[in-house]
């Protein structure tokens, strides 16, 4: 990015009428990727200059207890019901969940998900490091994601969203395919970078199910409904060009018993509907690319 | 300017949590629960006593649902007492209507004020759970290891000699506490919190102390007071809920537990209160469903243990 300028320079101002059509394999017109953010939230992390990890003097018990009901409940209740809809995961992984919790994560592999690196934990901020430090994260994330999953990482979505004005340059230069922090559209985007060849994904904060939850206060069935209304509409401007529709979840939200089984009922609805492009993220940037 | 190293190195990055309170379980995977006469699900009901000093103290916070305006706050004050003197009542007729029992997690402060409804809640067959003194009375890792003691002490203390029973069960104001809080429930012979919220079933600490979780998304305060629904979305969601999980337990053929957290001045006032009482009669003639007081469900899990 170009830093201290007011344009960031991240992309190029593109609109939405008369752009090139993107077709999604067998003629869908809207890519759906579902993305469970696997985290790891610390009970006493150290606290850094520019952000506090947790409102309340440390411990936070239910703030923490209640990120901790994903890898001990809702994980498998929320994993189960992509599984009986045909979504794959594409996992928002803090990456020490592999240590903290490799069951999680060996789950997640098993049933044939993605993973791409949301930080080591999501109590630590990339506000304010350095480049060294920078890297180390990045070097850190690839190496546990290959060594507990066996795959390479192809995408990042910064811990707890926080960046520096290098971050994007670096997981481009580390030969990653795409960020999913970048919300300017709804199809997949080049991002300007020094090096590399870096795509946004749409990943988005409105149908996130912590924004439907914490920010909106939706009811489970006003969630679901929200999610049928946005593949409705993105499913016919498909027809124009191909867009994409991501499905950010968080299980300790959305897998919560009063909300599973509305949100089961939006992914039956979606995955019925024959527009729908059941994908990872990695295979959507795979076909976007084919067709730049 | 960097981060100080030591920011990105993580001492506690293992196998397991990074704390040593209690170990990590699947709940998928556990061994099976059932509850009496082969339930499935049980549902804690959760009433809360509370009483607000109209002088609210900021140290080491002010509880949720404490004074707002500046003093005197006769508007949240007055609001909070009509919970204790008029919507409580009719909760406990809706309890008695429908043949369920609750647990009530009642300030010490409510308990030595008013004695006749101790008298009801007692009558009414449901368990008293210690709630701090009163709301004031909270709990964070900023208090002093003899603040924290002498305030849990004084608590069980003043609570036991008002209601002449002991209380097995803890519930912190705002499920908060300190490091120090499970060991010096434990230390207090308490059997049980409700304070983490991280599962469906009991489980165990590391020091013997049981925790009952209590759902912060399924109370009232969360979904009325803060998400702003109406009662009758909030009984919804309550199906909802126990529609799963029953549906659920029947395939692990395991047990859960459905928490319902109730606020006399929330639920209790005259246009909601039906919405529970609806919600209660129906889930009470449901074949899968054990109203049961915290402790009950305790007990019947340790059993199984």
């Given at each position: 990015m170009q830093e201290g300028a007011a344009d960031p320079g991240l992309y190029d101002y593109h609109p939405y009428n008369n752009r090139k059509k993107i077709t999604w394999p067998e003629g869908k017109t809207c890519a759906v990727w579902v993305a469970p953010n696997l985290e790891y939230y610390e009970v006493d992390p150290p606290i850094g200059p520019h952000r506090k990890?947790?409102?309340?003097?440390?411990?936070?018990v239910v703030g923490y207890s209640y990120r901790d009901h994903s890898n001990r409940v809702s994980h498998w209740r929320m994993?189960?019901?992509?599984?009986?809809?045909?979504?794959?995961?594409?996992v928002s992984l803090s990456v020490a969940l592999c240590q903290h919790h490799p069951e999680v994560v060996a789950d997640g592999v098993s049933r044939g998900w993605e993973f791409f690196s949301h930080g080591i934990y999501n109590t630590r901020y990339s506000?304010?490091?350095?480049?060294?430090?920078e890297r180390a994260i990045i070097e850190d994330s690839i190496k546990t994601v290959q060594d507990a999953t066996g795959q390479r990482i192809r995408g990042w979505l910064a811990p707890a969203l926080t960046h520096t004005p290098r971050t994007l340059d670096l997981i481009a230069e580390y030969g990653l395919d795409y960020t999913c922090d970048l919300y300017h559209d709804d199809q997949v985007q080049h991002v300007k970078t020094a090096s590399g060849n870096l795509a946004s994904i749409p990943y988005s904060l409105e149908v996130n199910d912590?924004?439907?939850?914490?920010?909106y206060g939706m009811a489970g069935r006003e969630y679901a409904d929200s999610l049928i209304k946005q593949f409705e509409r993105l499913a016919d401007e498909g027809e124009k060009s191909g867009t994409v529709m991501c499905i950010p979840l968080h299980a300790y939200l959305i897998g919560q018993p009063h909300r599973i089984g509305p949100f089961e009922e939006a992914l039956r609805h979606i995955a019925a509907d024959p527009r729908c492009w059941k994908a990872r993220a990695g295979d959507i940037i795979d076909s976007w690319r084919a067709q730049q | 300017m960097s981060l100080d190293p030591s920011y990105i190195e993580y001492p506690k990055r293992r196998e397991g949590y990074d704390h040593d309170y209690y170990e990590w379980s699947n709940i998928h995977t556990r061994a099976p629960v059932r509850w009496p006469e082969d339930k499935s699900v049980a549902i804690f009901l959760c009433v809360s006593?509370?009483?607000?000093?109209?002088?609210?103290?900021?140290e080491p916070f002010r509880a949720p649902g404490h004074m707002v305006t500046p003093y005197p706050d006769y508007r949240h004050y007055t609001v909070r007492d009509y919970g204790n003197r008029v919507a409580v009542f009719r909760m406990l007729d809706a309890f008695a209507k429908a043949g369920v029992k609750a647990s009530f997690a009642v300030n010490a402060a409510v308990a030595e004020r008013y004695p006749k409804l101790i008298e009801a809640v007692q009558a009414g067959g449901h368990e008293i759970v210690a709630h701090s003194t009163d709301m004031n009375g909270t709990i964070a890792s900023s208090m002093s290891e003899a603040d924290e003691r002498a305030l849990v002490g004084d608590a069980l203390a003043r609570l036991?000699?008002?209601?002449?029973e002991k209380a097995r069960g803890w519930l912190s104001i705002a499920r908060s506490q300190s490091w120090r809080t499970v060991d010096l429930l434990k230390e207090h012979g308490l059997s049980y919190c409700c304070d983490w919220v991280n599962d469906e079933l009991p489980w165990r600490f590391r020091n013997g102390l049981a925790n009952l979780p209590l759902s912060v998304d399924l109370s009232d305060r969360q979904i009325v007071a803060v998400q702003q629904h109406s009662a009758e979305a909030w009984a919804q969601m309550m199906r909802d809920a126990f529609d799963w999980l029953s549906d659920e337990a029947a395939a692990q053929t395991s047990a859960r537990v459905l928490p319902m957290q109730l606020t006399p001045y929330i639920m209790g006032q005259p246009f909601r209160i039906a919405a529970l009482e609806d919600l209660l009669t129906d889930l009470a003639n449901r074949e899968q469903s054990w109203f049961a007081s915290g402790s009950d469900i305790v007990s019947s899990w340790e059993a199984q243990q």
């Open positions: 990890p947790w409102p309340k003097p440390h411990p936070d994993a189960d019901v992509m599984d009986r809809h045909g979504f794959p995961g594409s506000y304010g490091m350095d480049e060294a430090q912590h924004y439907g939850f914490n920010v | 006593l509370e009483y607000f000093p109209i002088t609210p103290e900021d036991e000699a008002a209601t002449g």
